[in-house]
């Protein structure tokens, strides 16, 4: 399976986000650091299906988890407002 330009994207500006290097990041993933170089250097155009699903599934997470945080403040921030 091929990955697009769009994706190694998502994949490199959280990674950034997080201040990842290529070791965490390829843990946090599910892969090889191997696997996580070509990836991050759109090396190769050729990856598992299993290795995408992981890529998505990490990516997913993480805007996931982003979203649940935003959230979170959003709600303290009122809280505070209408006990203010």
Do not use: C, P
């Not at 070791?23 to 995408?52: C, E, P």
């Amino acid at each position: 399976m091929q990955l697009n330009q769009k994706h190694v994207l998502a994949i490199k500006r959280k990674r950034g986000e997080l201040n990842l290097n290529i070791a965490n990041l390829a843990k946090q993933v599910g892969v090889s650091r191997y696997t996580m170089t070509r990836v991050i250097n759109h090396s190769d155009d050729n990856f598992t299906s299993t290795t995408v699903k992981k890529l998505n599934n990490w990516l997913i997470d993480q805007y996931t988890a982003d979203d649940k945080a935003e959230l979170a403040e959003v709600v303290q921030d009122n809280q505070q407002t209408v006990k203010g």
